[in-house]
């Protein structure tokens, strides 16, 4: 008999820490949930929200990316905690720099995916702060693109945006409805200098996206661009 997918729901996939240096010396620490079996090497890496005000790599969205997404949707989900970040699996070393020194987090956490976790494509995704992380630093060439979650853009430039732009490489942005800090109409503005960008409005939505109906209006959305082919992501199993 089928059961309801839940918020405690965990899907089968190979889960296993992980633990990389950054080009300043630090130890990060992370994890890995790849699927069952896994052939394809597509990848979706989690830039979390403000650790100052709570956010760690165990951040609901991505909690349930990762214990969803590989069995659903064929996806390694790489999550980590950047710098001086705690959660359940340990704490990273360092201390919040402010979205400065997060660039090294960023650029180690790129190359640990592609060259020690072979990853073959990879989207990198970002939650508020995670999503200017993304905007900043996530410019690496093997990056297929990116997929922002409630984007604040406090710490993003214009030079970040029209960076993106130029560069022409996909960029979905999934903004809420009653957002604390970019609305619907605000996001049109702000990310004009990326001709290219997919703004999704979502109904009802809020910064934390707290609910299982948009948690899996997120997972889907993010499959969307990933593995269009595995929807629509069931709501029972």
Sequence with gaps: MAELIRPSTVLPAERSAITFLT????????????????????GLLCLHPLPTHGGMMDSHIY????????????????RFNTRGTKSDQGISEGQFEEGIAEKED????????????????LWVSGWSFGSDLALKYARDKR?????????????????????????????TA????????????????????????ELIAVKDGKHLWVGEPLVHRVLSEIVKVIAPKRLPLPLEI
Excluded: C, H
């Design 143 to 171: 990056v297929m693109g990116l997929i922002l979650l409630s984007p604040p853009l406090r710490f993003s430039t214009d030079d970040d945006l029209a960076f993106w732009g130029e560069d022409g490489r996909g960029v």
């Design 174 to 197: 999934l903004i809420p409805e009653f957002d604390d800090y970019l609305k619907p109409d605000q996001a049109k503005q702000r990310f004009a200098p990326i001709p290219q960008v």
């Design 23 to 42: 080009s300043d010396g630090l130890k990060l620490i992370g994890e890995i949930a790849r699927p069952i079996q896994d052939e394809q090497g597509i």
């Design 106 to 121: 960023v650029v180690a956490a790129i190359n640990y995916s592609f060259d020690q976790l072979g990853m073959k494509k």
């Design 63 to 78: 909690k349930k990316a990762a214990n969803r997404l590989p069995e659903l949707a064929g996806i390694n989900v790489i």
